[in-house]
Each structure stands twice: as C-alpha cells, then as structure tokens.
C-alpha cells in the first residue's frame, strides 16, 4: 500500500498549518500583508522544492522557517529605514512577548483580528477566509459570487484598515470577549449558511464553504474548549452538514425534511454533534451556564436527527425548545421557525395564525411565504395557497428551493 503523494500532503498540511504560519508572522512582525503574502510563498516554495527533496521530517516548522525568511527578505527589500530592520530582527529577539490576552495562542489573536467589529462583517468574512481558512482571492470571490479584483480590493482594504485603525492583534480581556466572540461565531455560521443553502448562482450546495466554516468550528472548539456556544455552533453545523447528500434531488430540487432519505444522513457526523450536545447538557446539570442560541438550535436539530422518521419527530419538545430561543433572540425569523413547530403540534390554523402576524416584518422573505403556502395548502385554501407560493418563488435566490417551491405549486388543485 503506497503513502500520500507530495501533493496530497501537501494539502494536509496546508489545512493544519496555515492559520499557524499567518499568525504567527502576524504576531512578530505586527503586518497582516507581510504576514499574508511570506506563507503563501513560503507554500510555493514547498510545493517546488518537495517533490525534488521530498517531504521534510517536520513539515511545520520548514513552513514556519521558510515563512519568516520570506518575511525578513521582504521587509529588506521595501526600506533600508532602520525601523524596518527594526521589524526585521524581531524574529531574532529571545525576549518573551507582552501579554497579549487570556489564551495564548497566535491563532485566537488572529481569529479576533480578522473579525474585529470596526470592520464591515463581508471584510471580516473575506479576511477569516484568507487569513485563517487559507482559501485564495479567486476561490472566495467564486465562492460569494464577485469579481476577483474586487475581492482582492475587500481583503486589501480591511488590512489597510487594520493597520491605520490601530486595531490591537491580541484576545479580547475577559470583560469583553463574550461580546467579542459572538461576532467570531456570527462569521463562521454565516459562511457555513452561505455553503449550505447558497443565496445566488447556479450551485444549491457550496461544499468549500460549509467545509470551511466546520474546519473554522473545530479550530475555535480545539482554542475554547469549554464555551458553551462555541460547541454549540460546531454541533449545529456538524447536525446540519450531516443531512447534506439528502438535501437535493438528483433533477436539482430540494428535499424538505419529512421528506429525505434518512439512512443516506452522515450518521458519524450526527454522532459527533450529538456527543456535543450531550457534554453541554451534563455541564449546564454541574452548573454551567444555560445554554445559548447556538446550543438551542444544535439541540432543536438534534430533536430531528434522532427520530427515526419524520412522524415520529418530537414537535413538542421542538416548540418549547423555540420558546427558549425567543428569549435571547425574539427575531421574527426565529417566531416564524416557532409558528412551523406549533403547526405540527397544534394544527395548521393555530400555525398560520402565528405566522400572518409576522406578515409586516417578514414580506420581503421567501421562507415566510413558502411557510405560509404550506399551510394555506393543509388548509384547502388553495387560491391563496398558490398566490403565497407565487411570492416564494420570485423571493427564492436557491435554485433547489425555486424547483421545490414551484412544483408544490404546480401541484394544487385547480
């Protein structure tokens, strides 16, 4: 049996060291583009030099090196200004670094770069991508549908913006970075929804993204291992992703829940979010604190997993789980997934009625039309039923859910 190709190592190793490199030149030479630009090159490099020499015994740290002779050799080559020889010999200094927040890890610092708050949130998505993710300029604007060079424009200007704004490259102390990580766990979950039901183009599923934000997920599990919505959010995903081969028919149409075949579910993944899941709710019995959305929404997704079909899905359970969630976020998008639950448990009139008084708020979404299609269908109140779904479809940017919402129209009688 033959071992991995270079090049198969070499993209392992550019999953598990990248986010390290980066930061870490991040850290001793306090310029994200400097530090940026080294691993990338220091990357090519290997990809040059390893099927001629082979691998090095320590991938790694022949990265790290390379990385930081890249860095060095272009701080020279920029300015002869003794500052930036300065900048260049911090490599060499033995003396420890300052303190630079409650986890010492170089990765975490970058993390809470990238996605500090005084950055727009698509140049906090774009710079978590590039820095952390290692994902190129034209594998992201592919990914949100943009031109390259303006893309490139976006992941330039948020590191110009750093630098001039003075943000500091270190962890949030521990009066604010609860605040702080929300915003972090926001960016990974919006790049996994993006993946998972994309908004635009041709591709209902974009696996790069949901894959992306997972890897994003285990790496601030690994840094934050005991925050409660940091393993909430990796569950969730991990429980939704798992579902993925049964989400889209092979004509390219979406498959609704109560609807999919559930032996073609990832049940490895679903066993990894549920053992999430489980250790949150044994620390929250030991006195931990109560559970937050990301750990609601992971156990409402768990409700669904386990059931060993769509009838024998606990809808009660669901509801008052959604009861929680409307506490910490009384969004109308969260009343709406409420008022879907309540339809199940109470009857399709006691869940229409919840969600018309939504109808203000949510008339510029496709969900709330699709929902309340749905209904009026149960209902028998066919007319309007087809208006409603008529309203999805030109709302819907998914073409699964398009094709989904249109032959459910097509469908009525009349």
């Not at 099927?51 to 090196?65: I, Y």
């Not at 952390?132 to 893309?151: C, D, K, S, W």
């Not at 490895?268 to 489980?278: D, F, H, M, P, T």
């Not at 208006?387 to 030109?394: L, P, S, T, V």
Request: contains cysteine; glycine residues 8%.
């Amino acid at each position: 049996m033959t071992g991995p190709t270079v090049e198969q190592v070499i993209t392992r190793v550019h999953h598990e060291e990248w986010a390290r490199v980066v930061a870490s030149l991040a850290r001793r030479f306090g310029d994200l583009g400097v530090a940026e630009d080294a691993t990338a090159e220091a990357f090519l490099a290997a990809a040059e030099r390893w099927p001629r020499e082979g691998v090095p015994p320590n991938p790694g740290g022949w990265l790290a090196t390379t990385a930081t002779r890249k860095a060095i050799d272009r701080l020279r080559r920029e300015s002869q200004h003794d500052a930036k020889h300065q900048a260049a010999r911090i490599v060499y200094d033995d003396t420890p670094h300052e303190p630079t927040g409650p986890v010492e890890d170089d990765r975490l610092r970058l993390v809470f770069t990238c996605c500090h708050p005084a950055l727009a949130l698509e140049a906090r998505v774009a710079l978590t991508l590039r820095l952390l993710g290692g994902l190129t300029v034209p594998e992201i604007a592919r990914a949100f549908l943009v031109q390259e060079t303006t893309m490139a424009r976006r992941i330039t200007r948020a590191k110009a913006k750093i630098k001039a704004a003075h943000i500091p490259y270190r962890v949030p102390w521990a009066n604010d970075i609860r605040e702080r990580l929300t915003g972090v766990l926001a960016v990974v979950y919006l790049v996994f929804n993006e993946g998972y039901l994309a908004s635009e183009g041709d591709d209902p599923v974009r696996v790069d993204l949901t894959d992306e934000a997972i890897r994003l997920g285990r790496l601030l599990r690994t840094l934050l291992p005991d925050d409660g919505e940091v393993a909430g959010l990796l569950a969730l995903m991990l429980l939704t992703d798992a579902r993925r081969s049964a989400r889209v028919s092979g004509t390219g149409e979406l498959v609704t829940l109560d609807q999919q075949d559930r032996s073609a579910w990832n049940r490895a993944l679903i066993a990894e979010g549920s053992a999430l899941i489980r250790e949150r709710i044994k620390a929250f019995a030991a006195g931990g604190d109560p559970p937050g959305r990301y750990q609601l929404q992971a156990a409402i997704n768990a409700v669904h997993t386990d059931a060993p079909s769509a009838r024998d899905t606990d809808w009660s359970t669901i509801v008052a789980l959604y009861g929680r969630m409307v506490l910490l976020d009384p969004s109308p998008i969260v009343w709406l997934n409420r008022s879907v639950a309540v339809a199940e448990v109470d009857g399709p009139g006691a869940g229409l009625a919840e969600v018309d008084r939504l109808a203000e708020v949510l008339d510029g979404y496709h969900a709330f039309h699709a929902a309340r299609a749905d209904l009026l269908r149960r209902l028998g109140r066919g007319g309007e039923s087809r208006a409603a779904y008529d309203r999805a479809i030109a709302l819907a940017g998914n073409p699964a859910e398009r094709a989904y919402l249109t032959r459910r129209r097509d469908q009525l009688a009349g």
